[in-house]
T-cell receptor
Framework: AQSVTQLGSHVSVSEGALVLLRCNYSSSVPPYLFWYVQYPNQGLQLLLKYTSAATLVKGINGFEAEFKKSETSFHLTKPSAHMSDAAEYFCAVSPANTDKLIFGTGTRLQVFP | EAQVTQNPRYLITVTGKKLTVTCSQNMNHEYMSWYRQDPGLGLRQIYYSMNVEVTDKGDVPEGYKVSRKEKRNFPLILESPSPNQTSLYFC?????????????????FGPGTRLTVL
């Protein structure tokens, strides 16, 4: 079965430091991949998505992610963390030829001053 | 304003008392879906609908029902709620002009409904 794994349920960084949130997927055929963010007491909103075009995808709020087929990874990065980035981040995969969206278990990002 | 709305936002109920959580979108989206979010488990899909009168089970459909009589509405029904259905529920919608949902299209999420079943 298709799945997505997020390494690290909690990540803490200092303001201004690099943010790296890890996501690996299992699929024999490259799927479509998404990162969603959930701010406290809110629903999810899309950060960025990979749909088989450019492997480096830029999203909102300075985030980007790189699709690496050889590593089956889609890690999310941001060069310099801001206090407002504190939230929970979800990686999601939509396997080819399906109408499903499968979410990872989420990574909570804390940003310290 | 384009949005997905859910009601109620918070609900405390007792075991066995039927309840309905409403979901409505004003974006003319074809695809709608319900998820539940539990700590350590992420979001899991309950049911989804690709169009009016078309619904399918997601990964955790047991204990839930849905209907899609109109394009804009997709209510979630718990006929006999149990404590293990205590969770945070999200409705989402998306438009897939290619007809292949929801793979490439952004899903828009409602604000969530926090349900407690005693």
């Amino acid at each position: 079965a298709q799945s997505v794994t997020q390494l690290g349920s909690h990540v803490s960084v200092s303001e201004g430091a690099l943010v790296l949130l890890r996501c690996n997927y299992s699929s024999s055929v490259p799927p479509y991949l998404f990162w969603y963010v959930q701010y406290p007491n809110q629903g999810l909103q899309l950060l960025l998505k990979y749909t088989s075009a450019a492997t480096l995808v830029k999203g909102i709020n300075g985030f980007e992610a790189e699709f690496k087929k050889s590593e089956t990874s889609f890690h999310l990065t941001k060069p310099s963390a801001h206090m407002s980035d504190a939230a929970e981040y979800f990686c999601a995969v939509s396997p080819a030829n399906t109408d499903k969206l499968i979410f990872g278990t989420g990574t909570r990002l804390q940003v310290f001053p | 304003e384009a949005q997905v709305t859910q009601n109620p936002r918070y609900l405390i109920t007792v075991t066995g008392k039927k309840l309905t959580v409403t979901c409505s979108q004003n974006m003319n989206h074809e695809y709608m879906s319900w998820y539940r979010q539990d700590p350590g488990l992420g979001l899991r899909q309950i049911y989804y609908s690709m169009n009016v009168e078309v619904t399918d089970k997601g990964d955790v459909p047991e204990g839930y029902k849905v209907s899609r009589k109109e394009k804009r509405n997709f209510p979630l029904i718990l006929e006999s709620p149990s404590p293990n259905q205590t969770s945070l529920y999200f409705c989402a919608s998306s438009l897939d002009p290619s007809g292949r949902v929801p793979s490439t299209d952004t899903q828009y999420f409602g604000p969530g409904t926090r349900l407690t079943v005693l």
